[in-house]
């Protein structure tokens, strides 16, 4: 059996802090459903009470960097409704209720690239959209992925493309690479790649 990643030491620092210097005065529901929007009314420090839109702590993301044994990175190009555009990631996915990270990535592992990995890699979490968002993303690394079949749902159009490392590095360095957490992916992994001789 294949033994759990050991959880990034910044994982746990992703939860709210002690001190809440903003006091909720009300709170609603501008939306409902699978991304719920919020619109509060708040106090801040200074007295001034203001109306904040965002999405509430809770959802999770897993991002995943895929290596096969022979040290080439999977990535799919993915088209994005909001933006009209075709874009280059890492592969990710929600974190459904119950579902601890593991099982989320190996999910959309095989799901986006029918991909299976011998070795997990915790890599940091990240806030996504700190402002308007209480969303958290946490990063792996997937090695020794061996490819088969994918499972892609049925409103997702997705190319999977295997690419040596280095270039997928060029990419990330010229700027080709435009979604934000894949490309913060990409940077978390790359520290590990390199002291395992793969980059």
Known sequence: ??????????????????????????????????RVVLEDRVQTPSGAEVRYQYR?????????????PEGEA???????????ATVWEVVAGGV??????????????AEEVGGVAGEWVALPGFYPQPSISGVVFYSMLALGVRLGDTAHEEGEVIERVTLPLPEVYRMLEAGEI??????????????????????
């Open 56 to 68: 509430p702590r809770g959802p999770r993301a897993t991002f995943v960097l895929p290596v096969t």
């Open 1 to 34: 059996m294949i033994p759990e990643p050991p959880e990034h030491p910044n994982w746990a620092a992703l939860v709210p802090g002690g001190v809440q210097p903003w006091k909720t005065l009300s709170s609603r529901v501008l939306v409902d459903g699978f």
């Open 74 to 84: 999977v990535l799919i190009r993915q088209f994005r409704y909001p933006l009209g």
């Open 96 to 109: 459904e209720r119950g579902e601890d990270l593991l099982e989320a990535a190996r999910r959309e592992l």
């Open 178 to 199: 435009h979604d934000g957490p894949s490309s913060l992916t990409l940077w978390h992994a790359r520290r590990h790649l390199v002291e395992r001789g793969l980059l």
